[in-house]
């Protein structure tokens, strides 16, 4: 038996698109088109958002950027330790303390790539050279990788980069004798496609 106040069409919990709904005819597609709504608003949000990020990602405090130099300088002790994954844990909380610290990146890569991780070692050394072009050392760890992997024209090309703007750093010189080349000698056109 059915009581005044509960019909099966649901009016009187205020859910019924019939004609007993309080809100009208169409009540609830209009409610679900203002959540599609809400839920477009959101996402464009977080867009703008991820936006707007990279550009404030530079922009941290001095405090910011001294804590994220210090615990990178913990990080490069915790590799010469061969504690690899605490110099890992190190070079992360020192990127999550400033984003546009490129050494903190390229120290995660070689966190990584110590730990057997190449792929996730050369999407940090990217990262680096995204923030900082000239990134010695990820520069030349990548074209080592790329020499690791076998693609000898891409680690050529990192050392063609690395004797353009850096000809006597270290990591130039490592770069040459593990192509075999001497700190003089031409760089080989590439033959490779």
């Known amino acids: 038996m059915m009581r005044c106040g509960n019909r099966l069409d649901g009016s009187g919990e205020g859910w019924s698109t019939g004609h007993s709904s309080p809100d009208g005819p169409?009540?609830?597609?209009?409610?679900?088109?203002?959540?599609?709504?809400?839920?477009?608003?959101?996402?464009?949000?977080?867009?703008?958002?991820?936006?707007?990020?990279?550009?404030?990602?530079?922009?941290?405090?001095?405090?910011?950027?001294?804590?994220?130099?210090?615990l990178a300088s913990k990080g490069a002790a915790a590799m010469e330790r061969g504690d690899f994954l605490a110099a890992q844990r190190l070079y992360e909380t020192s990127v999550v303390a400033n984003p546009a610290n490129a050494a903190a990146f390229t120290g995660l890569g070689t966190a990584?790539?110590?730990?057997?991780?190449?792929?996730?070692?050369?999407?940090?050394?990217?990262?680096?050279?995204?923030?900082?072009?000239?990134?010695?050392?990820?520069?030349?760890?990548?074209?080592?990788?790329?020499?690791?992997?076998?693609?000898?024209?891409?680690?050529?090309?990192?050392?063609?980069?690395?004797?353009?703007?850096?000809?006597?750093?270290?990591e130039t010189q490592e770069l040459s004798r593990a192509l075999g080349l001497g700190p003089q000698d031409p760089i080989p056109a590439s033959t490779d496609p």
């Open 26 to 70: 169409g009540w609830m597609a209009a409610e679900f088109s203002r959540k599609i709504c809400l839920f477009a608003c959101l996402a464009l949000g977080i867009l703008a958002l991820g936006l707007v990020a990279p550009a404030a990602a530079k922009n941290v405090d001095a405090a910011s950027a001294r804590a994220s130099l210090s």
């Open 112 to 170: 990584h790539e110590a730990r057997g991780q190449a792929r996730l070692a050369r999407k940090y050394y990217n990262i680096a050279l995204s923030i900082e072009p000239l990134d010695t050392a990820a520069l030349s760890r990548l074209a080592q990788l790329d020499l690791k992997e076998g693609n000898r024209a891409a680690a050529t090309e990192g050392l063609r980069k690395l004797r353009a703007f850096c000809a006597a750093c270290g």
